[in-house]
């Protein structure tokens, strides 16, 4: 291995096994070598990936690669390289140890010779082989060592015991390229060349993964319109799936999208933003005065300018950038005002203490929901409380956690707070916490993504009343309502809507000629599909198309582009349940369908609505429950029974094959035709892929 001296060397057959080279530990070393480079190599990406990410990917960032998992791939890869170089060092020494030295074959004389012959050898070899002379450095070197080691008598002592005159070679620790490394030999050879090829292996697939990896995280950013700030980050989705059950409530759906990993961060954001721009303006209010500036004037140049007028000017960018993406007006300058800060702000503490008179702060959350989303948070390492008690501690003393809740309990009570004279006179004289509200209306948007991806999560695991409660708590978030069945609150909305549109204007469906049976008019076998049809009339269609064409003339607007720009959203739920024997036993109730209707046009009056769905793949008799659902209004909602008979897939399969082929291909128009429908006023009924409410949401299906 590597360049062997002009020594006379044995053997491994004859150098005995204890002293023969440890080659077994070379494919050790390069093993090692190999995990080092590619752990140093993984652990910086990661490192990037965690320091670089922004907004959502920082949360997934955070989750996927802790500082506690980062520090102990660290110290894995730390300790690989020290192994490495243990190894190397113990190779290098026994390959020294294992080659023989002969001073008598270096100098060319016999074995035994005397002093005179040695030196004689050592010089007429030393004139040719001296550097001065053009000689190899190296075989000079090797000369010298010979004649010392016949010659002084601690070297010769050391040779005839250790085989070489410096005494044993011992193991120090190497952390160099050995050339044993880059040109094995024998079967060594192979054993490195195996590893090696793996490892280029592993480098490629792992490539492949990466690119394949960002290439579906492009895509994804695309389909949801190509802004990191407007999708729901993974964190959020495994959060909300851990947390919403069919017992959770209309409150309990809206706490645990408040505190969402996103949620959470941007709210924590937000308090340090004031908290540091409170405490720059205390600072500057401790600095001298114009006057005393004067004084202590040097007549120095400011030499940073220029650099603080480009940071100004990017951040100024930044903030217009994130005004935009949220639909606010940004002006030249945006001067934020602190509550606490500015005499006569009001912000989160003024809505709290009118919370508090009208009796809902703090909030009532149940000790599930409340330990729940504590356990949450907790386990993601955000939330902590400053006393670091356990996780069963109260909420809203973490600070971000208790600023989202606010909003959540702000927003269900807003038309009592809206009202209020002290709100309304603020927002006159330009007194609003500046920050407070608007990161209110941030949140609001990123609630309604979040309420997209929950009504998800209950379609998938067919969780009805969870779907149910979550179009619920849609409407009564935007509506601005803490009750979607309270009669003080629907008698509100009434008034409201009265107000606008004017007396008898309450919205509603009116459902005639509903049917249910298989597109083709057959029984309904196992696993087909069912199609639920039915007329629906807009009985509020006039009264809104009236008032929004006053609406418009009153500001001078297109009513043709104002109408064809209205959006209404409904839900038609089908759920079942399984009844057997005359008695009617009543098994868990499911969600078969979440199908959405989009009111596309406000005069649109009617619409045939066809909802498809898969039949239960028991063969029996089901009880369906048809509940349609206004994401917009309160109080409109209805609900109907239906009966399903579900018969045996292989009878029902069997009549399907005497039809023939032409009427499958009659079937399969008839099932184009049904996917997507339209009536000429604007009102669509579509089965569409998975966007959720106000992105063509995704009709649930038995998976």
Request: proline share 5%; net charge negative; glycine share 8%.
């Amino acid at each position: 291995f590597g360049s062997a001296p002009s020594s006379r060397a044995m053997s491994d057959d004859d150098v005995p096994p204890e002293e023969q080279p440890p080659y077994h530990l070379m494919p050790v070393a390069a093993a090692l070598g190999c995990y080092t480079v590619a752990a140093l190599v993984h652990l910086l990406r990661r490192l990037y990936v965690r320091l670089s990410s922004r907004g959502a990917a920082a949360l997934e960032a955070e989750l996927a690669h802790p500082w506690k998992k980062l520090g102990a791939q660290l110290g894995s890869a730390v300790a690989a390289m020290a192994a490495y170089g243990r190894v190397v060092s113990l190779v290098e020494a026994g390959l020294a140890n294992a080659r023989v030295f002969d001073p008598f074959d270096v100098l060319g004389v016999a074995t035994g010779a005397n002093s005179t012959v040695i030196k004689r050898a050592y010089r007429s070899l030393s004139l040719v082989h001296h550097p001065d002379k053009g000689g190899d450095l190296k075989r000079f070197q090797e000369l010298s060592l010979a004649y010392k080691a016949l010659n002084d008598p601690l070297a010769r002592e050391n040779w005839e015991k250790y085989g070489h005159p410096d005494g044993p070679v011992r193991a120090t620790f190497n952390m160099a390229l050995p050339d044993w490394l880059l040109h094995p030999t024998g079967v060594t050879a192979v054993v490195l060349l195996v590893l090696y090829l793996g490892m280029f292996v592993a480098i490629i697939l792992y490539v492949v993964k990466m690119v394949t990896a960002n290439d579906e995280a492009a895509a994804a950013a695309k389909k949801t319109g190509g802004g990191g700030s407007l999708s729901v980050a993974g964190a959020d989705s495994q959060y909300l799936q851990c947390l919403l059950d069919d017992a959770s409530t209309h409150e309990d759906v809206l706490y645990f999208i408040a505190t969402t990993p996103e949620n959470l961060h941007c709210a924590k954001r937000s308090i340090v933003e004031a908290a540091k721009q409170k405490h720059e303006e205390e600072e500057a209010a401790k600095t001298p005065t114009t006057e005393d500036a004067l004084l202590d004037d040097d007549g120095g140049w400011d030499d940073d300018a220029g650099e603080k007028d480009a940071a100004t000017s990017e951040q100024e960018a930044a903030a217009a950038q994130r005004a935009a993406a949220f639909g606010l007006t940004q002006p030249d300058k945006v001067e934020y005002k602190v509550e606490g800060l500015h005499p006569g702000v009001i912000g989160q503490t003024w809505v709290e203490n009118r919370l508090a008179e009208l009796g809902v702060w703090p909030p009532q959350m149940t000790s599930f929901s409340k330990n729940a989303m504590v356990r949450q948070i907790m386990a993601a390492g955000r939330g902590e409380n400053d006393d670091g008690t356990e996780p069963e501690v109260d909420l809203l003393r973490a600070p971000h956690a208790r600023r989202n809740i606010c909003y959540v309990v702000a927003r269900l009570n807003a038309h009592q707070l809206n009202t209020s004279p002290e709100l309304v006179e603020a927002g006159k004289t330009q007194l609003l916490d500046t920050r407070y509200f608007r990161e209110n209306i941030a949140f609001r948007n990123r609630v309604g993504l979040l309420l997209e991806a929950s009504l998800r999560v209950a379609i998938q695991g067919q969780k009805a009343t969870l779907a149910a409660t979550i179009v619920e708590s849609v409407a009564m978030f935007k509506v601005g309502s803490a009750s979607a069945t309270d009669p003080a609150a629907l008698a509100w909305f009434r008034g409201q809507l009265e107000q606008q549109y004017g007396p008898g204007s309450l919205p509603g469906l009116k459902i005639e000629n509903a049917t249910l049976g298989a597109p083709d008019g057959d029984a309904v076998a196992a696993g087909d599909v069912c199609r639920l049809s039915m007329d629906a009339q807009r009985t509020h269609a006039a009264a809104f198309t009236k008032a929004k064409v006053l609406m418009c003339q009153q500001r001078g607007i297109d009513p043709a582009t104002a109408l064809s720009s209205y959006r209404e959203g409904w839900w038609v739920l089908v759920r079942s349940r399984e009844t057997t024997g005359p008695d009617g036993e009543a098994h868990e109730e499911k969600l078969l369908s979440a199908w959405p209707v989009i009111v596309q046009n406000v005069a649109s009056a009617q619409a045939k609505i066809n909802v498809q769905f898969e039949a239960p793949g028991r063969p029996g008799r089901y009880a369906l429950r048809i509940q349609i659902k206004s994401q917009e209004f309160l109080g409109c909602d209805q609900e109907f029974p239906m009966e399903l008979v579900v018969g045996e897939a292989v009878e029902v399969a069997g009549d399907e094959e005497e039809e023939g082929t032409e009427d499958v291909q009659e079937e399969e128009d008839d099932g184009e035709d049904s996917d997507s429908e339209s009536d000429d006023d604007g009102v669509v009924v579509e089965k569409v892929g998975g966007e959720g409410l106000r992105k063509r949401p995704t009709a649930g299906k038995r998976s």
